[in-house]
Nanobody, 119 residues
Framework: QVQLVESGGGLVQPGGSLRLSCAASGSPSSSYAMGWYRQVPGKQRDLVAIITSGGSTDYSDSVKGRFTISRDNVKNTVYLQMNSLKPEDTAVYYC?????????????WGQGTQVTVSS
């Protein structure tokens, strides 16, 4: 069992920056792929960025070059550095931990943190 708690959301002006944090507890997160997703009302939850247990990363096209995902396995924390924010980045951001062990899949979500980009 993994518990995930996001923090760092808030209101920022277009062009600004925010850093989201996701603190994991309950099990070492180092063996999980960790991801950030976002969702706006009435739409599906979309992948923003992912980092594997080995440190490989991938991003959605809409955030490439602006967002950076990283992890600190000692602190059991995953970060999302968001630069050059745009109004269309406004959403609730969710942290996800995912691991497949044989036929079993473990998938956990945080409660979400609101990011609002507006002048």
């Amino acid at each position: 069992q993994v518990q995930l708690v996001e923090s760092g959301g808030g209101l920022v002006q277009p062009g600004g920056s925010l850093r989201l944090s996701c603190a994991a507890s309950g099990s070492p997160s180092s063996s999980y792929a960790m991801g950030w997703y976002r969702q706006v009302p009435g739409k599906q939850r979309d992948l923003v960025a992912i980092i594997t247990s080995g440190g490989s990363t991938d991003y959605s096209d809409s955030v490439k070059g602006r967002f950076t995902i990283s992890r600190d396995n000692v602190k059991n924390t995953v970060y999302l550095q968001m630069n050059s924010l745009k109004p269309e980045d406004t959403a609730v951001y969710y942290c996800n931990a995912n691991r497949v062990v044989g036929p079993l899949r473990y998938n956990y979500w945080g409660q979400g943190t609101q990011v609002t980009v507006s002048s």
